[in-house]
């Protein structure tokens, strides 16, 4: 049976840490999709349009690679998309006590044959998350190397159309 893995998060931006883990994930399974998940509550500094575009070219030297975008609730979403991964990325025990609260969650609204696999940031990328590069870029801070170049320069309009 091939492996049909599903990726999600609001990826605004995408950072190096979620780069790393998609990479990671990619050479796992046979098919994996990064979903954004589109919250209406949620601020967001891009667009979905434009984070779709962003991660699409970002990811663009992986060939096993789909981007789509969703909202509502995840197992319904998955259950009817045919996943059978879903894949999360650890970055410390805060992450790991939230995420496995979710599986197992997940695990009563799930189609028989999903599993929830959890893979462990590269310390490296451990502290970088998306809510802090927003914070840090616009206070003028650098965060060259936190985010993938075509995001960051694409965060440096952004913030100089804000001025």
Same mark, same amino acid.
């Given at each position: 049976?091939?492996?049909?893995?599903?990726?999600?998060?609001?990826?605004?931006?995408?950072?190096?840490?979620?780069?790393?883990?998609?990479?990671?994930?990619?050479?796992?399974?046979?098919?994996?999709?990064?979903?954004?998940?589109?919250?209406?509550?949620?601020?967001?500094?891009?667009?979905?349009?434009?984070?779709?575009?962003?991660?699409?070219?970002?990811? !663009?030297?992986?060939?096993?690679?789909? $981007?789509? %975008?969703?909202? @509502?609730?995840?197992?319904?979403? *998955?259950?009817? /998309?045919? #996943?059978?991964?879903?894949?999360?990325?650890?970055?410390?025990?805060?992450?790991?006590?939230?995420?496995?609260?979710?599986?197992?969650?997940?695990?009563?609204?799930?189609?028989?044959?999903?599993?929830?696999?959890?893979?462990?940031?590269?310390?490296?990328?451990?502290?970088? !998350?998306?809510?802090?590069?927003?914070? $840090?870029? %616009?206070?003028? @801070?650098?965060?060259?190397?936190? *985010?993938?170049? /075509?995001? #960051?320069?694409?965060?440096?309009?952004?913030?100089?159309?804000?001025?």
């Amino acid at each position: 049976m091939a492996t049909k893995a599903l990726i999600t998060g609001s990826f605004d931006p995408m950072t190096m840490g979620h780069l790393n883990i998609i990479e990671r994930a990619s050479g796992l399974f046979d098919e994996l999709t990064v979903g954004i998940i589109m919250n209406p509550s949620k601020k967001s500094m891009f667009t979905l349009e434009e984070r779709e575009d962003m991660i699409k070219e970002t990811l !663009s030297h992986l060939g096993n690679i789909s $981007v789509d %975008s969703f909202s @509502g609730l995840l197992a319904n979403y *998955v259950n009817a /998309n045919g #996943y059978n991964v879903i894949v999360r990325g650890l970055r410390s025990s805060v992450d790991f006590d939230y995420e496995l609260q979710m599986a197992q969650m997940n695990d009563r609204l799930f189609n028989d044959g999903v599993e929830t696999v959890l893979l462990m940031s590269d310390p490296e990328y451990s502290y970088i !998350s998306s809510s802090v590069v927003k914070e $840090v870029h %616009s206070l003028g @801070g650098p965060i060259q190397g936190l *985010v993938p170049e /075509n995001i #960051y320069l694409r965060m440096k309009e952004k913030l100089a159309g804000n001025k």
